[in-house]
């Protein structure tokens, strides 16, 4: 059985994230928590005829159905701990989005809070679950989210993760431009560091099957990818920042971690993660020398099982990337940790 709850699941992430769960077969029960609408998402999803599957291929036995449940809640009423109260993995869209000209560091003063509250519910209501952050800035709400559970004394490094899926679903998409790749999904992108500008690293040398970008548009495709999250602010012109790719990208993160959980073997999905804790990460941590980073890792019922080293592998001009994103990450990481330990006063 597996419960899914969704923080911030009336926002423009929120309800199509959460669409997609419902609509899932890997997921028994979804749980919604918002500041506001919760009760009107609920009814509207609760209507859809979705059922929930457990697969031959995943769990030996035969085909097993049964009827989803699906609860809404408001912070009244302790909303937040009997949407949390059981859950398996909780995903975190909560926050706001940038408007046009802000960078994603704008957002800390807001939403650093609010992370912060939220994982302090889910370190006393649910310390077990699987923790996917994906409010914004990543590189800073996931230290953010680690210390609340240090402080709590139930960090699992295994069960943390930002969701850095977005910057492999652009990758993956802005290639096929290049290559006319039929089937985007099934190129592979190692996309690595943070999520943010110049800290995400998108290592085209590595793709699987190897990719042939011709010199003239590589630098192009690369700063697209950096810089993907800019053309839809743009776009969007104040109306907030990507939320459907973003849905898309963050149910694909989480069925990952689902399946995985369950038993599927081989899954392997760059996320950003606290180094130290997953095995093989002291090795990347030292040679980066930040704790947080986004590599290949394999899933599995643990969670984060092993943190791939690709570092030794990328090109000259990929180790140049390199430089400027662990640059830029160190403040952001520093950011988030000392928010926990000396929060600004009110
Ligand atoms: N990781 C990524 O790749 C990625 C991609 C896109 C957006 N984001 C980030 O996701 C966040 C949400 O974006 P959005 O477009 O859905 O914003 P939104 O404003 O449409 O929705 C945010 C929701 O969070 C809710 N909320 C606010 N405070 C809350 C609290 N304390 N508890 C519970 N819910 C609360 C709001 O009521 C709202 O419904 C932003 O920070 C954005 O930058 C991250
Ligand atoms: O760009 C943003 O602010 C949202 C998100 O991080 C994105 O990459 O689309």
Redo the contacts with the bound molecule.
Sequence with gaps: MVKAVV??A?????QPLSLLLKASPLVDELSL?????TPGVTADLSHISSIAVRAPEIIQGPVAKRQQKITGYLPAEDGLKKALTGADVVLI??????KPGMT?DD?FKI?AG?VR??VKGIAEYSPKAFILV???P?NSTVPIAAEVMKQAGVFDPKRLFG??T?DVVRAETFVQDITGEKDPSKTVIPVIGG?SGETIVPLFSLAKPAVKIPAEKLAPLIKRVQFG?DEVVEAKGGA????LS?AY?GFRFAEKVIKAVKGEKGIVEPTFVYLPGVTGGDEIAKETGVDYFSVPVELGPSGAEKATNILPNVDDEEKKLLEACKTGLKGSIEKGVEFVHNPPPK
Aim: glycine share 18%; aromatic share 2%; proline share 5%.
């Design positions: 923080l911030g009336s926002g423009g992430i929120g928590y918002d500041v506001v609408n869209p909560a926050g706001i989005p940038r994603r957002l939403n609010i509250d939220l994906i409010s914004n990543v969701v850095t977005l999520h999250g907030g920042s990507a939320t973003m990208a």
